[in-house]
């Protein structure tokens, strides 16, 4: 962790609590009263945020992370959070992470972490600079089904978070344009060699998709839930099509055009205790299965 990586944080979490509201100058105030958290920290300690280092930090920002700090005619500044791709979502979601895989970092006293831990972190530097130096990679991939181990070779593009866990976004010899492989099943890594990288698109099949799974054909979906869980939903909107339909004292419905695949349906599960499946038909169709087999089950 470097005190430029922080101000650089700071300055996007700064914004974006008063998005369009502060000026340069209210930022850098805010910016400076953030770092006393950290003056007992040598490498992070900074006494001023002058106009030039935050101009610096907004460039290297647009160059980064393609976020832009925009400012209108009043010279307040605001962050547009309805990118086009889901990977600028991903990294503000992650960011405050990523700076913690560097043991340097020292939170504050008053930082309680989240006690459950991101698995495949043991692999994440070796698969980051194969995507860095354009490395292929032959590597040993655990089958939770089988219990074995497969040789599969690949050619990584990127890293991607999910809930706590990371993968990595690759080509391998199939016809499929790209697969995921999460960190904590790869057991050994092996550099073949260099490969030339190809024009993937990996934000499209993302974009109608919760999680990883892309499989599936994006509909409409209309699922209800009692006041608690809507008003939890409203607040921590689970997909970018969420939109309210209805709301009254007893239920809040909400339509999303979505895959309904394998992750979606897990993060609905989460709230099943108030959840109505509205529709498509075969959507209430899965869940009853589900739950169904669940019922089966705990007999």
Known sequence: MNRKFLRMILLVRTILNENGKLKVEDI???IEK???SYQDIKSLKMDKYSDTTFSNDKTAIKDSWKIDLECD?????SINTEFEGVFQNDLLNSAIFLSSLNTDLLLPGFVIPEARKNTGLENFFKISKAIEEKLELQISYFDYST???KNKKIQPYRLKQKDFKWYVLATDSSDVPFKSYALERIRDIEIV???KPKEIDFETPFHNAIGMFTNEEPVKVVLEFDPRDGHYLKANPIHLSQKVLSENKETIQFEFFVKPNEDFIMEIMKRTWSLKVVGPEFLKEKFLGLWKDAIERNK
């Open 73 to 77: 005619n009043l010279n307040r500044y």
């Open 28 to 30: 850098i105030r805010k």
């Open 193 to 195: 060699g260099k490969f």
């Open 34 to 36: 953030q770092f006393e």
């Open 147 to 149: 219990e074995l181990e």
